[in-house]
C-alpha cells in the first residue's frame, strides 16, 4: 500500500504517459515500415508484450496504425498524409537554404531529412551535377549510427533523449557514439568517413526546428572530391545553420 504522502500518478499523468508510449511506437514503426513485428515493438519500446498489444490495439482501432496477415506493422491511412504533409512543408521551408549550400560547394549533393524513431527521414535532395556523385531516394531512411545526418541528429537531442537511442546500440557501437557526440557538439559538425557506404563521406549539422522537429542538413560526396573540398563543405554547412528556417 502507498504511504500517506506519496505521489501517486494522476489521470493527467497517465494520459501523457499513455500519449508518449504512442508517439514512441509511431516512431519506431515509421522508421521501418512493413518489417516489425509485436514483439520487435515491445523490445524497442521497453515494454511488456500485452502493454505493448494493447497499445497496438489502441492505435489500430483509431487508424494510426495497420497490421498485414503475417503480423507485420505499417502506419495507418490516417497518418500517411499527415507525413507526407509534414515533409513537403520542412522541404518548402529549407529549399532555399540548401539551395544556398549546394552553390557554396560548387553543386555538391545536399540532402535534407528528420529524425524518425531511429532513422532519418530524406524529405528533400538537390542532386549533384557532378559526373561522380552521391544520391540518395527521396522517402528512404537511413540508419543514425553511420550517417552524417544521423549523428548530428543524436548530438542535437538533450542528453536523456540522445543517451536513451544511444544505449539500445551494443556496446561498441554505442561508446563509439557517445565520443563522437560530445565531439559534434564541441564543433557542430558531424562527419561520415566511408562509414555507411564504402567511398562516399558527408558532414552534417542539425538542429530542432519549430514544431520540435529535428532536421538535418547533409553533403555527401565521392571520397577523394571530399577531402579536397571539406574545408568549403563544412563552411557551407555552418552558414546554414545560421539560416532563419530553423525557427519557421
Known sequence: MPSPGENLPTGRDEGIQV?????????????????????????????????ARRLLVGLVEVGLASVDPQGRISLGDRLLGFGNSDGAHISAVFRPTIERVARATDGETVDLSVLRGQRMWFVDQLESSHRLRAVSAV??????ESTANGKAALAALDDADAESVISRFGPEVAARLRAQVAEIRRTGIAFDRDEHTPGISAAAIARRTVGDNVVA??????????????QRIVDALRAAAESPAWSR
Open 217 to 230: 542538413i547533409s553533403v555527401p560526396a565521392p571520397s577523394e572530391r571530399f577531402g579536397e573540398k571539406e
Open 19 to 51: 500519449l508518449r508510449r504512442a508517439a514512441a511506437a509511431l516512431d519506431e514503426i515509421a522508421a521501418e515500415p512493413g518489417r516489425l513485428r509485436l514483439v520487435d515493438l515491445g523490445e524497442r519500446l521497453g515494454l511488456a508484450k500485452s502493454t
Open 139 to 144: 522517402g528512404v531512411r537511413f540508419p543514425l
